[in-house]
């Protein structure tokens, strides 16, 4: 029982934050965050943290004053970070600033929390910081609920009571879903705002509820385009869904070997497989001579490579082509799993191939030795 119970909202998905470019229209904005802790000790040290996770960095520190308050100023300059007011290490309050805000915490100093999340102190401030409560209020109902059902677990299963057993597990199983469709109803209420991101981070199922990530995603394109937030987000959209069969293949330029841009659009009118690989990946160098056998075969009759790689070591790039005879049409933006492109493509493993028609259509997906000259013999014959 208790190994079912999530942890929401302790850890955050925003790894990818760090890859994604300043984008334009993007405008620093200051905040400020104000608070007061009753039975604070004058002189305690204050925090101002950035990050919900086990390890968040330390941007600013202050000290109670002999009322128990407190303020930091900072300049939001992402568009939207998830921060944390850290009280001498014993009590973690998170808050979420888009830049532009004036916060008001309030708390307690007896209080003690470590991650940040269950607490009585409040952040308030901005519309994100009320759905924020919310969300936190519905899942604090449930933490209530499975502390119970956690020791009639424990009773039943010391009188080996299957029967109470599977109730407790069906009312557990019936009150998650229930938070679930509250979390999901509350969403499109949330726009286009960092903590609509930040729900659809923590709560959704990236294959159950794809169409409403995709549908959030969409809506940020369109509305809230600039955040590097929002830009993680779609981005990670993408990858989920990846590309299908039948899509036109996505357009991308990427250097080359030489730092000369290669467009996938330069290669139209070949039949052209896309390969995802690099010099650090096994299985890709392993099937690099298979590959070679075929290109050396066919590459006079319509038909060309276009090898991406994930690697971020220009020179082990280079010294693999090499290496590995790749004689074929090379892009990499170095990124290593941070590439755009791969991102784009919803490339989560390497190696991975995209077959493309000679308009630029996917007719083919991860197609490896006999299984790939099978459909080139047939397309080239």
Known sequence: MKGSYHHWLLALLFSGWSAVAAQDGLQPKPFTIKGTFKNGVPGTKVYLQLGATQQPVVLDSTTLAK?????FTRTEADGGNVYQINLANRQRLNFLAEGGEQFTLAGDANDSNEDGVQTSGTITGSTNMTYYHKILQQVGGLREKVALWNTEYEKASQKNDQKKINEIQGNFEKAERELMAQIKTMLPEMGSSF???????????????????????????????????????????????????????????????????????????????????????????????????????????????????????????????????????????????????????????????????????????????????????????
């Open 67 to 71: 009322d128990g308050t407190f303020s």
């Open 195 to 381: 903590i609509a991101v930040f729900t659809a981070n923590n709560f959704l199922n990236s294959q159950q509820d794809l169409p409403v990530l995709e549908a959030l995603a969409d809506k940020l394109q369109k509305e809230n385009p600039n955040p590097k937030y929002a830009q993680a987000f779609i981005a990670g959209v993408k990858r989920i869904k990846g590309i299908s069969v039948g899509d036109l293949a996505p357009e991308f330029s990427l250097s080359d070997p030489d730092g000369k841009a290669v467009t996938l659009s330069s290669l139209r009118g070949k039949y052209v497989l896309l390969d995802f690989w690099a010099s650090w990946c096994g299985p890709c160098r392993r099937e690099n001579p298979n590959v070679v056998k075929l290109y050396d075969r066919y590459k006079s009759k319509n038909f060309e490579i276009y090898g991406v790689s994930l690697d971020k070591d220009k020179e082990k790039w280079i010294q693999a082509i090499k290496d590995d005879n790749l004689t074929w049409v090379h892009g990499s933006d170095l990124k290593y799993w941070n590439s755009n492109v791969a991102a784009m493509y919803g490339v989560n493993g390497i190696p991975a191939t995209y077959l493309l028609d000679q308009e630029g259509r996917v007719i083919a997906k991860d197609l490896r030795g006999a299984a790939l000259e099978k459909k080139l013999e047939e397309l080239l014959k």
